[in-house]
């Protein structure tokens, strides 16, 4: 099965600062790849998601962005934190259209 | 378009007693199904999955669901609940391009 890693585990960072968070996933090759956002007391809000190399697909405009530079590696950033970017990050792998297995997340407080 | 529908956002039940849980889901055509669970400050975990054939399945942790196409359900249950059951549980719909929609999450509470 897959292995997906995040970092970091959490983070607290000035309103107006840059983001980057990265998530790295082991056991397979060419998956597709997740961004979700969970809001407290809510469910997930998919951010992007991509099939490939460079390929990023956005559900939802805001300041965040996110890159593939490798099969395996997906990472999110912001060039300037909002408030309402508080929240819990989870990057999420699939393959083939089957189920989707998840990193532990990234707790994301923006002061 | 999916959509998913978990009906109760709050669960509680006693340690021992049986458990259901509710998602009904929109989608045009046969959909692949998933249950997750969520601990408190930790990523989904797969419960089970349904993609085609026995409607009833078996997941982990004693857990199963049914697919029931006339009423576009597949809600989760368990015979008897553990206290380290207390979770958030999440439903799930796939249509054809794996971009799969959760509901809105479903959080059970165990009394002793």
């Known amino acids: 099965s897959q292995t997906i890693h995040q970092w970091p585990a959490t983070l607290v960072q000035p309103v107006g600062s840059p983001l980057s968070l990265e998530c790295t996933v082991e056991g397979t090759s060419n998956p597709n790849l997740y961004w979700y956002r969970q809001a407290a007391g809510r469910g997930l809000q998919l951010l992007f998601y991509s099939v490939g190399i460079g390929q990023i697909s956005s559900e939802v405009p805001q300041n965040l962005s996110a890159s593939r530079p490798q099969d395996r590696q997906f990472i999110l950033s912001s060039k300037k934190l909002l408030l309402s970017d508080s929240g819990f990050y989870l990057c999420a792998s699939s393959t083939g259209g089957n189920e989707q297995f998840f990193g532990p997340g990234t707790r994301l407080t923006v002061l | 378009a999916q959509s998913v529908t978990q009906p109760d956002i709050h669960i509680t039940v006693s340690e021992g007693a049986s458990l259901e849980l509710r998602c009904n889901y929109s989608?045009?055509?046969?959909?692949?199904l998933f249950w997750y669970v969520q601990s408190p400050g930790q990523g989904l975990q797969l419960l089970l999955k349904y993609f085609s054939g026995d409607t009833l399945v078996q997941g982990i942790k004693g857990f199963e669901a049914e697919f029931k196409r006339s009423q576009s359900s597949f809600n989760l249950r368990k015979p008897s609940v553990h206290w380290s059951d207390a979770a958030e549980y999440f439903c799930a719909v796939a249509g054809g391009s794996y971009i799969p929609t959760f509901g809105r999450g479903t959080s059970l509470i165990v009394h002793p």
């Open positions: 989608y045009g055509a046969t959909p692949y």
